[in-house]
């Protein structure tokens, strides 16, 4: 599916629709999980990923179409190997 501008806010946080900003993604779905993204990313407590926050946000499509989605998350583990020079 090809690209569009999503309108996606959390009344919760006080957010309203003509207070965001654009997020390209390709469907509603994805849009509402990019904004959980940047949102548990701006800080270091990563409410959603913790289970201690599921906010609900509204995502506005390009062609007009109001849809509301429940956020959740999960932790993912990356581990790193470096060679050890002696």
Do not use: F, Q
């Not at 990019?34 to 990563?46: G, I, K, N, P």
Request: charged residues 30%; negative net charge.
């Amino acid at each position: 599916m090809k690209a569009g501008n999503y309108l996606v806010w959390c009344p919760k946080l006080d957010e309203s629709e003509d207070r965001v900003r654009p997020i390209s993604a390709s469907d509603a779905e994805e849009a509402a999980e990019l904004w959980a993204r940047d949102y548990d990313s701006s800080s270091a407590e990563y409410d959603i990923v913790s289970g201690r926050d599921e906010p609900v946000v509204h995502v506005r499509a390009p062609d007009g179409t109001l849809t509301t989605w429940s956020l959740t998350g999960e932790s993912e583990p990356v581990y790193i190997a470096r060679a050890v020079l002696a």
